[in-house]
């Protein structure tokens, strides 16, 4: 899945990529084309060289909420709504990855 990269809302979403060479490449084409990348920080403890890279023009969220393949359709709306209640102060994203769609 590492290489699984979409443009969402004119945002580049990628999950962590391994090394910090293919995300400063990543990082780059972004750059190069005007695209936000999708960083959070709860990524920077397992993955120290996200935060090295980005520079003071990169948006970095707070916190992420990514709704699961194995929670079903009818359970969405729910599944939501709880996660709006939740979230915290500070920049925060909710996530329905496309891949999930039926």
């Not at 990082?27 to 695209?35: I, P, T």
Request: hydrophobic share 35%.
């Amino acid at each position: 899945m590492e290489a699984e990269c979409h443009t969402i809302t004119k945002f580049l979403v990628c999950p962590p990529v391994k090394t910090r060479e293919l995300f400063d490449t990543m990082l780059r084409v972004a750059h190069e084309y005007k695209l936000p990348v999708f960083v959070t920080r709860d990524w920077f403890a397992d993955h120290p060289y996200l935060q090295a890279s980005l520079g003071p023009s990169d948006v970095v969220l707070d916190h992420t909420v990514t709704i699961e393949p194995e929670i079903p359709p009818e359970k969405w709306a729910g599944f939501y709504l709880t996660a709006l209640k939740n979230l915290k102060p500070g920049r925060d994203g909710v996530r329905h990855p496309s891949r999930f769609r039926r």
